[in-house]
């Protein structure tokens, strides 16, 4: 069986952070796990500062729902889904990143979700895995016969690209480069399909 795990963020849909950190005018939101590889202090970090700044999750998702997926995304899934079984592999959280889930046609999605008070703010995040998107992969590898193509961009992507039959870095950031010289790199979908 052959399976493709792909990242979202930065892979198929723009990121999100920039995003929220350009329309609140919070330059601290823009940081994104393609700078800063400890994942978790990354998420309360931003959790703090939505709190300070009075966001909460509808305020998130109402401005996240203005984004697009990258152009060529969809087609490029679309061509996938004939040869492998799509995985959208994402450190997302799917309350924010549910209205591109539905523009790239809903493949399946292992992501995280947001916990929130009763007021609508995010209180924290509830992880789907602790040890990273390597998890789905080694969970796919217990199958018999398995060829798993991975894409990504950032840091959290590094273990799941290794573990992978074929990984890919995609469009990634000079640090995460820096960091896995021994990852092939695609610049569009071309060099990966």
Excluded at 101 to 110: D, F, I, N, T
Aim: hydrophobic share 40%.
């Amino acid at each position: 069986m052959k399976y493709a795990c792909i990242d979202m963020e930065g892979v198929l849909i723009p990121e999100i952070w920039p995003h929220l950190a350009e329309k609140t005018n919070i330059n601290e939101l823009s940081a994104t796990s393609r700078e800063i590889p400890d994942y978790d202090s990354l998420v309360l970090g931003r959790i703090k500062i939505l709190r300070q700044n009075n966001i909460k999750l509808q305020d998130v998702i109402n401005m996240i729902s203005e984004l697009e997926p990258i152009d060529g995304a969809v087609s490029f899934l679309n061509r996938l889904n004939k040869s492998h079984k799509v995985i959208l592999v994402s450190d997302a959280f799917e309350q924010t990143i549910a209205p591109l889930w539905e523009l790239l046609e809903r493949p399946e999605l292992k992501c995280h979700k947001f916990q929130c008070d009763d007021d609508g703010y995010i209180k924290a995040p509830i992880y789907s895995r602790r040890k990273g998107k390597v998890e789905i992969i080694e969970g796919l590898k217990s199958k018999p016969n398995v060829d798993i193509l991975s894409v990504g961009d950032a840091f959290n992507d590094l273990e799941m690209l290794r573990a992978s039959t074929t990984g890919y870095l995609f469009r990634p950031s000079i640090e995460t480069r820096n960091t896995a010289i021994d990852i092939p790199i695609a610049m569009k979908y071309e060099d990966i399909l």
